[in-house]
């Protein structure tokens, strides 16, 4: 466990940017294997919509959170020695390169979009996100990164 705080390298007035746009690409994410999910049983065309915006948007703000989180991790030795921090930086990196794909895959014509592999890529990625969270809480929790004092 470490016991001094260690700062984030990408912050605004002492606050960490990473945390702050994390949240966005997970909730944009799980949105859209929820409409995956819902385009599957209806077949309305509003959903399959639904999936690429929310693709869209996760995928802008999910390479944004990497981009400050990789500022983050070179810019610190300390943070690159931590046990958890090099898997959360691997599995996220997966996260957006699915994400990626994936909204290359829903730029097709709906039906074809989301079934199977849209909704293939959707579950895998949202079944990644909770390993990564946790990994970045501990991070945050046990290692302080980024926490004032």
């Given at each position: 466990m470490?016991?001094?705080m260690i700062s984030s390298t990408a912050q605004v007035a002492g606050h960490p940017i990473h945390p702050m746009l994390v949240p966005?690409?997970?909730v944009c994410f799980i949105g859209a294997l929820v409409t995956d999910i819902t385009y599957w049983m209806t077949a309305e065309i509003m959903w399959a919509d639904f999936s690429s915006w929310?693709?869209?948007?996760?995928l802008i703000f999910g390479v944004l959170a990497a981009l400050t989180g990789l500022?983050?991790?070179?810019?610190?030795?300390?943070?690159?020695?931590?046990?958890p921090a090099w898997p959360h930086l691997l599995g996220n990196l997966i996260v957006v390169i699915?994400?990626?794909?994936?909204?290359?895959?829903?730029t097709r014509d709906a039906w074809t979009s989301v079934v199977?592999?849209?909704?293939?890529?959707?579950v895998v990625t949202v079944l990644i996100l909770p390993v990564t969270g946790w990994l970045g809480r501990a991070l945050v929790y046990r290692h302080k990164v980024g926490v004032s004092r």
């Open positions: 470490t016991k001094e966005i690409p997970i929310l693709l869209i948007v996760g500022t983050d991790f070179l810019g610190n030795r300390l943070i690159r020695s931590l046990a699915l994400a990626f794909f994936n909204t290359l895959v829903h199977p592999t849209g909704l293939v890529l959707s």
